[in-house]
């Protein structure tokens, strides 16, 4: 079994009051044995107490949450304190729920509902658990990191608003999850480092899903760990491991078992304590077999499978070690075997295997209990019901206040007679708002090394970058000011979108987890939205609010290259739940919608606010013009529901052929020019700005729905009505830089026929003009489908 020096092999370096004694550790024990038996009877209980009546298994994982209860009981019934905020390994969601159950956080009605309806969730969620959930997990990789990434959060929420109480950010982790690249990612960022109150809980259980992993990377991930400026710690040896070692002859024992292969070591799990001899001295040196001779069959079974991971006296010695190290975070490598205390330990295939009945009713009896009191907590006369009351007291979190929402206005002001994009604007609006007093201070920007080029250096300028100490700046740049101190209110990050999406995330969340509401603002170049998408759903799914906004977009990116061209990002934000997605073609509209969701996030109200935005300068006056005939308050009020009538073509004539024609963002030009065309040629076309498809498909869906619920016919969306007007059978073309599909569903919405424009194909380098006469999204493209549509209608 592969080893790697650590300082409790033969002694910890751990404070002597960080040890329990003997009582203590006895009473952990028979904790833990219930929390056990609990997580594995939770998870028997879906599968065979409840029948589902559609043949589809419930499944569960109770190895891989035997495997960590040991270092669970010890966080919770030892360890935490009430500030502390944990992320739990998604397959341990059952020894999660059996802790919270002992400390009164948790129903009895709810042990038999895992995976149910209204139940316990498969794995744990801040949004949908009945018990208090720190961290959602269940996507691995993005649980470990969301802790580090609130750390973060709370070093900044600390430095600019004083500090909260001290907590602790953990996470409990399957060793598989290291193979995740995203852990790195975030392991190496410098806005992650030397956050002195983070710890890494490995479960070194050398298990995978498939398999006994054969060749254990220990060395590897523990020189990663200490190269990125982590404190490491190992926890491998139990204690009577420890005490052989000491023993004469022990030294050969040590090696024997650090040198063995880890398929050997795990084969020794499961077997009979009489075979357990045979198979572990197999190829082993005549020194090993001499120490081991003495020693009787069931208690050398017991000796060689007694590992660190499930002693809790270990455990605690090494948490107590990392609280020690406060100007770096801490990862804790805890050697365990998945389905310890189960007949199935240590067995390759026991990832997801269900113990029988049989084996669940000789568990019962072997914990003591019956089945009139398998569900029982401690009992509260007994010392280990009494530590589990007093840990419940105080583990207890108040309630938070309400925050203040501060105000924020409906517009910047912003207003421009010369073209300008929706990337600059977007810019400029966020600078105009740092003016505001109330809601300067909860404003906090980030990107990917993006930030000067999607336009936050207006913003930056303001109000400086964020570090932890001040930062010398050796270099005098008259456009950028780039001040680095703890004042500052942009967080800049490495090239990772990953990281850019679970920080965006843990500040959307620092309301709950570090009592102070922000506003968060991302920017991150469009086509790399999908490098990050894993966390971008980890992060609304969870409940966090934020704006993002992916820049520049599609393929009028032009010149710059095919590689960098987004086509499918609005269909990304179009299907995300918790997201509404936004993309407006002009200033004005932007000045808006940014405003508006700035003051939603402010409110804790929605979730994600994706806006697509472009780098191609427009014309403003075609908006201006909808301003003037709408007015102000009936185009913001259309703006903001995700449609409005950039142009009326009434006036062409009376009998004349009716067409619409629908866009989003930068293809705008090009359909009004298409839609002066069809003019001159006595088309009427009328030109409708989708400013959030997002909105229109989700008003449409509301009114479908209460409709086919309640066995009526469903209305028609006022959204839609009114930017599309009365003319109920007048054919669609819509025009997207994005998949053509993207938009093609608003046919459906109106009931007529449809032909959608946009972007089929991989981009390639070329002007606006190549591009879009490539991609059918000229003007003449535009007339030749309107009238296409028009022989569809016939």
Known sequence: MDH?????????????????????????????????WLATRVVDAANHDRATGDGVKVGGHQASSASLVSAMTALWFAHLDAPDRVSVKPHASPVFHAVQYLLGELDRSYLTTLRARGGLQSYPSRTKDPDRVDFSTGSVGLGPAAPLFAAATRRYVDAHFGPRPASRFVALMGDAELDEGNIWEAVADDAT?????????????????????????????????AAAGWHVVEVKYGRRLRAAFARPGGEALRAWIDTMPNEHYQSLFGLPARDVRKQFLDGAPQSVADFCAGIPDAELAMLVTDLGGHHLGSLLEAYAECDAVDDRPSVVFAYTVKGWGLPTAGNPRNHSALLTTAQVDELRTAHGLTAATEWDRLDPATPAGRLAADRARLLARPAAPAPTAPAVPASSGLRTAKPLSTQEAFGRVLAELSRQP??????????????????????????GVFAPVERRAWNSDPVLRWAEGPTGQHIELGISEMNLFLLLGQLGLSWDLSGQPLVPVGTVYDPFVLRGLDAFVYAVYSGSRFIVAGTPSGVTLAPEGGAHQSTI????????????????????????????????VARGEGGAHYFRLT???????????ARARLGEAVLRRQVLAGAYRLVDASG???????????????????????????????????VVDVTSQDLLYREWQRTLRAGYRTARTP????????????????????????????????????????VPLGVDAFGQSGTVADLYEINNLDAGSIVNAALAALSLAE
């Not at 109330?438 to 109000?463: K, Q």
């Open 4 to 36: 790697h020096p650590h300082p409790l092999d033969g002694g910890s370096t751990a404070p002597a009051t960080a040890t329990p004694d003997a009582a203590d550790l006895e009473l952990l024990d028979e904790i833990q044995q219930r929390v056990l």
């Open 193 to 225: 480092q030397g956050l002195g109150k983070v710890m890494w809980i490995v479960d070194f259980n050398r298990q995978s899903l498939d398999r006994v992993v054969p060749g254990v990377r220990i060395a590897q991930w523990t020189a990663q760990f």
């Open 438 to 463: 109330e809601l300067a201070p909860l404003l906090v920007t980030t990107a990917p090394d993006v930030a000067t080029s999607t336009n936050l250096a207006g913003f930056i300028n303001r109000t």
């Open 569 to 600: 990002t609005p269909s990304v934000g179009l299907e995300l739940p918790n997201t509404v997605t936004l993309e407006p073609a002009f200033a004005g509209a932007l000045d808006w919608l940014l405003c508006d969701a700035v003051g939603q």
């Open 615 to 625: 780098t191609r300068p427009l014309d403003q006056s075609p908006f201006e013009a």
């Open 652 to 686: 062409v004539g009376p009998g004349a052929p009716v067409v619409r024609l629908a866009a989003s963002g930068a293809v705008l030009p090009e359909v009004l020019a298409a839609a002066a065309e069809l003019a001159e040629e006595g088309v009427a076309a009328h």
């Open 715 to 754: 209305d028609s969306p006022g959204a839609l009505r009114a930017a599309f007007g009365a003319d109920r059978h007048a054919p669609l073309v819509t025009v997207h830089d994005a998949a053509s599909h993207s938009m093609a569903w608003l046919g459906a919405a109106l009931g007529v026929p449809t």
